[in-house]
């Protein structure tokens, strides 16, 4: 206790062998052993010494320290119990008994105090207590004195270190644990934390070596074998790592933290399916692990298990409503699993809870595009990426905003970055080739839909992009394949059913294109360009009528400010169609200072087919296209 012990090999051979009843031979010799570690043989010698005297408090006590040790806390309460009501004044049975209470103990802490206020043990017990209670400015008061007045005793080092580690203060708890190491060189436990806190600071040789030379004194402690695994881990050194939590777990299965740090290690390592036991495992141990609740959800999440990531995730803010981590998490979830505006409230409340993460900002910034709030949108994909840069879904979406809101220029940009650190993305690939193809990059538009399908052979949206593409350049036969392959994939997408007409109108079938526009009309009756499609479909056959009624509710819809090219060169088609001259040479002016890009060469196709249609100027639509062209 003081760091005088006198070697056990001389108590040992101080006092008769077994079959003694002296009692004071009996509880040193008891003394000895549990000190060794031998707490079988102690507690042998303890109850032949209480057979011998029941009422003697020494060897009660001492039975009460070998109790404990072996884990035994109610038998060890019950001695200190008999111990206090024969000597209702023994500090040290009051200080130990303390300990056991727990919270309830520091009536017994004060009491051993009182009674012996100038006794370093009381008042290092004390100390642990307020430490264990969280009360570290308490615990640092008493341990401070305990230290003073015993300067050469290991234990009260020890506690005040883990009280300035509670606190942050590594190097202060560092100094003390030098202190007690040096006092106690074979303190394994004393060893180990100053292994961690090594670990903390970032000194992971250091660490290593402490944890190392702690292990040799106890080689089967899974709790110092755990830690230094955790020091592989930081080292960046994940099998050697997963091989010390193995050991660990092999020697105390249900030790929660190291289970834990298994299954972070094999989610760090992409191998969900070894992490996802050591969580249920966890979960099965501790309910209400918050750590593990968070990470398996975000593993189900990753596996498209929607509804068993949801759980774990509305679980984890039941129990942490507070928690800017848990809201983050749920938010994550609650997008993906096509909830963006219950996501949206999460995100908002763990950034006002302090998680202004990148991953976070981008997940909100998520949620806006989803919603429709392109703007918003893109303030948040910039915010999260002055955070970070290498992310490259972030770049992607952020492009997917920029395309949605008509800046295909700008979204290449995005779709570049996002490719270079994400190739394997195919939706990258399919909206960059959209973009190029808006843009009149017909090569590169048609490259980047060969290199989506080849990493997603049933995206539709390649498809069909392919096929506008493909119609442009006159390559019908090919476009008809694509979109026939794209309503083979999305039955239901208005715009593929619009396009597979679109093509078939200027390819020479007026009568597929008129069944295919009705189809898209049907589906979506606001659909400008699909009307003004349907508009000339139906000059062709001579239902002028229609062509009108089409050309009015076209011109309603696309006639929005600012004109954007689309909506500028449908118009153009639209006046043109409906014989407004003055109208079309107005668009066809505005029309000089936009780009030869895709919008601009479709208007050209649709005013050939236009030039054929019974009853319409020809010379002068033929005009147009010549000026357009």
Known sequence: MTGHETPAEEILAAFPEPGTTDVVALVVRAGVHRDAGRHADALRDLDRAIDVEPDNTWALATRAAALRALGRDADALRDLDRVLALDPDDA????????????????????????HPRSAWALAHRGAGHRRAGRDADALADLDAA???????????????????????????????????????????????????????????????????????????????????????????????????????????????????????????????????????????????????????????????????LADHERAVRLAPASAQARARRGETLLLAGRPDDALADL???????????????????????????????????????????????????????????????????????????PTLYWAFGVRGECRRLLGDDEGSLTDFGRALELNAEYPFAFGSRGQARTVLGRFPDALADFERARELDPDAAWIIREHGRCRLVAGDPGGSLADLDAAVGLLPDYGEALVDRALARLLFGDRPGAAADLTAAAALLDTTPLDDVAAFNLLVVHAAAGDRAAAERLLDDAAGRPVHAPRRRAVQSLRVLATAPGVDEPWITSLIVRLA
Request: aromatic share 6%; proline share 3%.
């Open 92 to 115: 040290w049975a009051l200080s130990e008994r303390g300990e056991l209470r727990a919270e309830n103990g520091d009536s017994d802490h004060d009491r051993a105090v009182a009674l």
């Open 147 to 309: 230290v003073s007045l015993a300067a050469d005793w290991h234990w009260p080092y020890g506690e005040r270190a883990r009280a300035h580690h509670a606190r942050g203060r590594h190097e202060d708890a560092l100094r003390d644990l030098d202190d007690a190491v040096r006092i106690k060189p074979d303190d394994a436990l004393n060893m180990a934390l100053r292994g961690q806190v090594h670990r903390e600071l970032g000194r992971h040789a250091d660490a290593l070596a402490d944890l190392d030379r702690a292990l040799a004194r106890t080689p089967g402690d899974a709790g110092i074998v755990g830690g230094r695994g955790r020091t592989w881990n930081a080292l960046g050194r994940p099998d050697r790592a997963l091989a010390d939590f193995d050991h660990a777990l092999r020697l105390a299965p249900d030790l929660v933290w190291v289970r834990y740090e298994r299954a972070a290690t094999h989610v760090r390592a992409e191998r969900d399916d070894a992490a996802l036991p050591d969580y249920d495992h966890v979960l099965r141990l501790d309910p209400d692990h918050l750590a593990s609740l968070l990470d398996r959800g975000s593993v189900h999440l990753r596996r498209g298990r929607f509804a068993a990531a």
């Open 348 to 422: 908002d409340r763990a950034i006002d809870l302090g998680d202004a993460s990148d991953a976070t900002l981008a997940c909100r910034a998520e949620a806006c595009r989803l919603l429709g709030r392109h703007e918003e949108a893109l303030r948040d994909f910039d915010r999260a990426l002055a955070l970070r840069d290498d992310v490259g879904w972030v770049h992607g979406a952020r492009g997917l905003a920029l395309w949605e809101t008509r800046r295909p220029a700008e979204a290449v940009a995005g779709f570049d970055r996002c490719i270079a650190l994400n």
